[in-house]
């Protein structure tokens, strides 16, 4: 699946059955349901991509200082550039 074909997704009711748990999470996120994606990033801490998607929403939540832990646990650093982009950067990764 490419990232324009998920992103076609979008429309559909639920995400598609088969996707990585962590892009399942993105798409909650991109349907405007945080909780359920971050209940996802809370599912598995302590694993790198749960802990970087869990920083992404942190961040997007507006909490710097608890988005610097996340991304400090994920051993990445702070994503430079906007929401958008660090979504479409871990869609892509994640498929």
């Known amino acids: 699946m490419t990232l324009d074909?998920?992103?076609?997704t979008l429309s559909?009711?639920?995400p598609p059955a088969t996707?990585?748990?962590?892009?399942?999470?993105?798409?909650?996120d991109a349907k405007g349901n945080w909780?359920?994606?971050?209940?996802?990033?809370?599912s598995r801490e302590g694993e790198p991509s749960y802990d970087r998607l869990h920083a992404y929403l942190h961040r997007k939540e507006g909490d710097r200082f608890n988005a610097n832990y996340w991304y400090r646990r994920a051993k990445v650093p702070f994503f430079d550039g906007s929401l958008d982009e660090e979504w479409?950067?871990?869609?892509?990764?994640?498929l």
Do not use: D, K, R
């Not at 996707?19 to 909650?28: H, K, T």
């Not at 909780?35 to 809370?42: M, P």
């Open 5 to 8: 074909q998920f992103t076609a």
């Open 12 to 14: 559909q009711s639920q």
């Open 88 to 94: 479409n950067a871990l869609v892509t990764q994640m």
């Open 19 to 28: 996707i990585n748990p962590i892009v399942e999470g993105l798409w909650y």
């Open 35 to 42: 909780e359920q994606a971050h209940n996802i990033a809370q």
